[in-house]
């Protein structure tokens, strides 16, 4: 693939020690064997209902499992408690900034969670060209289809979605094509 | 078996950088005899340390230069400042780029070592040819292919060089999108071949055959399958007895005595403690950008404008692996993520044609090389929504039934491309930034455009249902994993930094030994010469150190 993607992420993806994806990962495990919910470690609990109710709108869970269910707004913790820590402040502000653009359309409201879903997709449409947005949807995907130690995908739910499977090894034929051609 | 050489202890080569030329170097030196220390500046990893990760390893560089420490700096031209982008991708570990590359492996043709006089002068660039024929670097392509462990198929492609053997390995399965690409390419009178790879299709010196997995790109192989210097070449160096490899070591100055010869180097080590590694003779192989920051880097009162630089030209020239990538949706599940990345090739395109009106040519190949994560945020076109109810609709489709093809198109040699220290921002350690400078040349991009058209032909005769294309804006070529031409190799010491053996023309116990030596780009990844070109420059350093010459 070309890299535009990297072009942005470069700008703000952690830092790369393997310690640290260690460390994020030995965090995820311990949360997934407790019985409780796990606290949040970089959010607070009102942010990350925010953060949930967006990367619910991102992938939304109306025909099936979504975001949510996945357990996104968990990883997006994980990553800002430890790869991603520098990125704290950057979601500090665009929260902040998502709940004043909230406020001006809707000044009635409370929370981007409590809007009705036809405002919050206003809402969204109203934000999808900001960096923060992009951001959100960054860490939303790599949160739904990353790899589950981080908390994330949460059983393999994005990977079922689109029909991935994580096995060491396959055998030929990969696909319909590869098929018809052994036939 | 390992050895272990003292600091003050001058050994017979010092190789800076254990990637894909590195590890070539510290096998032939080593096991000609020679004492060998290489200095790697990121860390020791092996097979039980990679994992499928998106998160780990794409996301997060955690097998590549990290910019967070070694910030890169990137403007269009020099009359612009420089702001910190990652405009630069290398491997930053034991194996290098080896360990994480997708494993295409292409032998240059013929005509690639003399286009100049093939089709002639190109106003703005420093197109030249090499002064060495493919000839000459036959043997070596045909030594690596045997060492490392190459899959293929000798003969297939009507348009490659001649070649003194077939590959040691038979060509690996095809995957959906090879056979659709082979038909697409048939129907329009093309001759796809199967993808030359550096990955085992069967049982290959010790190592097993690869099972399919689909991580190469981007990943280390868990399997050992892939054949990275990490696992090919850099344990039978250090079986000898004679190599030491040290990770962590990263070099910022080669030292020089007051006849203008090379004494050794220092470098931080993991503790950033200063360390001087003497030795009789240098070999640097840090890739294409850090080679010439480096000797930018080692000025002195000799050499003020750093070393091996007396023609000016250390740093300049600087090419990369330009491209542009087209994406069909086709009816039937392709399942793409199971199996290597490229299994079809096309060279039909690859020489230059004055009739086209502009230089330039195209390597394409048929691949999927997304992942779950960077497809959904990469892959999908782009008049798809970015989010929400259809957009989550289209990924469950869109990841099985898509395919990629990628066009790798030719980078004029210009001589404004440049790597060069950047003044202002330091890295981690306090050494200045690389800065690199690059714009493309109009025929740069015209080769890219008219490459898109081309591919868009292929899906379409491959019976696409949809198709579509990735820009090819700087910014979707960056950052660069493919970097060239910054150390050129030439006859004239005026006109070029090392000679047709890889020797500095300045200093003769300086060997610069990577993508840097390269005179012009060619239009593919780049591995598979710069292991040749490795090879060939060992074998004429083991030849001048056994004469007293070096």
Redesign the interface.
């Known amino acids: 693939?070309?890299?535009?993607?990297?072009?942005w992420?470069?700008?703000c993806?952690?830092?790369?020690?393997?310690a640290?994806?260690a460390a994020?990962q030995q965090h995820a495990h311990e949360a997934a064997q407790s019985s409780n919910p796990p606290p949040f470690l970089a959010l607070d609990p009102a942010d990350a209902a925010e953060i949930d109710a967006i990367a619910s709108?991102?992938?939304?869970s109306?025909?099936g499992p979504?975001a949510h269910e996945a357990g996104v707004v968990y990883f997006i913790d994980r990553a800002l408690s430890t790869?991603d820590a520098h990125l704290r402040e950057p979601y500090r502000l665009g929260m902040a900034d998502v709940q004043r653009k909230r406020h001006e359309m809707f000044p009635a409201s409370a929370s981007v969670s409590a809007l009705p879903g036809a405002q919050q997709?206003q809402l969204?449409h109203a934000i999808?060209a900001t960096d923060f947005f992009e951001l959100l949807?960054?860490h939303t995907?790599?949160g739904?289809?990353?790899?589950p130690?981080?908390g994330g995908n949460r059983d393999h739910i994005?990977?079922k979605?689109?029909?991935?499977d994580?096995?060491?090894?396959?055998?030929?034929?990969?696909?319909?094509?590869?098929a018809?051609?052994q036939k | 078996m390992s050895v272990t050489f003292r600091p003050s202890d001058a050994v017979d080569f010092l190789v800076i950088g254990a990637g894909a030329a590195g590890g070539v170097m510290a096998k032939e030196l080593s096991t000609a005899g020679f004492r060998v220390v290489v200095l790697e500046q990121g860390p020791y990893l092996n097979e039980r340390d990679y994992k499928h990760d998106e998160i780990g390893y794409i996301y997060q560089p955690g097998l590549t230069n990290d910019p967070k420490i070694q910030p890169i700096t990137y403007r269009k031209n020099e009359s612009e400042k420089a702001r910190p982008i990652k405009a630069i991708q290398y491997g930053r570990q034991v194996g290098g780029g080896s360990v994480h590359f997708t494993a295409n492996y292409w032998r240059f043709h013929e005509s690639d070592f003399e286009e100049r006089s093939l089709f002639g002068e190109v106003a703005g660039t420093g197109l030249a040819d090499w002064p060495i024929k493919y000839a000459d670097l036959e043997p070596y392509y045909t030594k690596a292919e045997y060492d490392l462990g190459i899959s293929g198929l000798g003969g297939a492609n009507p348009f490659e060089a001649p070649r003194s053997k077939p590959y040691p390995l038979p060509p690996m399965p095809v995957k959906s999108s090879g056979v659709l690409f082979d038909r697409g390419a048939k129907k329009l009178g093309l001759h796809p071949y199967p993808a030359p790879v550096a990955i085992l299709s069967q049982p290959y010196q010790g190592r097993a055959a690869c099972v399919n997995c689909g991580f190469c790109e981007y990943f280390g192989c868990e399997m050992r399958a892939k054949s990275s210097t990490l696992v090919s070449v850099i344990p039978q160096a250090e079986k000898t007895g004679r190599c030491e490899i040290r990770p962590n070591s990263y070099v910022h100055t080669i030292q020089t005595d007051a006849h203008g010869r090379v004494t050794g180097a220092v470098y931080f080590d993991a503790n950033r403690r200063e360390v001087f590694q003497r030795a009789k003779a240098v070999v640097l192989c840090t890739n294409g950008a850090e080679t010439a920051r480096l000797l930018l880097l080692s000025k002195s009162k000799r050499f003020p404008h750093g070393l091996a630089n007396s023609s000016g030209l250390v740093g300049k020239y600087l090419m990369w692996d330009n491209g542009g990538s087209a994406m069909g949706l086709f009816e039937h599940p392709l399942n793409e993520y199971k199996g290597i990345q490229v299994t079809r090739v096309i060279h039909d395109y690859y020489r230059a044609d004055p009739k086209r009106g502009f230089y330039g040519g195209a390597g394409i190949d048929a691949r999927f090389d997304y992942y779950p994560a960077s497809f959904a945020l990469q892959g999908m076109p782009s008049d798809a929504p970015k989010w929400g109810a259809e957009y989550k609709k289209m990924l469950a489709t869109y990841f099985t039934h898509t395919m990629t093809l990628l066009a790798h198109t030719s980078s004029l040699p210009q001589p404004g491309n440049s790597i060069s220290l950047d003044p202002d921002l330091k890295d981690a350690w306090g050494l200045p930034a690389l800065r690199v400078t690059f714009d493309y040349h109009p025929d740069d991009v015209a080769t890219m455009q008219w490459s898109l058209t081309k591919q868009i032909e292929i899906l379409d005769a491959a019976g696409a249902k949809k198709t579509w294309t990735s820009g090819i804006a700087l910014t979707d070529n960056m950052p660069s994993n493919h970097l060239m031409g910054t150390c050129r190799m030439g006859n004239d010491p005026q006109q070029s930094v090392v000679d047709r053996n890889n020797r500095a023309h300045d200093i003769p116990n300086l060997l610069i030994a990577d993508g840097s030596s390269f005179v012009t780009a060619a239009r593919q990844q780049p591995t598979a010469t710069i292991q040749a070109l490795a090879y060939r420059a060992a074998d004429y350093a083991i030849q001048a150190a056994k004469r007293g010459e070096l």
């Open positions: 693939m070309l890299s535009t993607r990297r072009l992420l470069s700008q993806a952690g830092i790369a020690a393997l640290d994806i994020a709108l991102i992938i939304p109306t025909d979504g790869f997709i969204i999808e949807r960054t995907m790599y739904f289809l990353g790899n130690n981080y994005g990977w979605l689109i029909g991935f994580d096995r060491m090894a396959y055998q030929p034929p990969f696909g319909y094509y590869d018809q051609e």
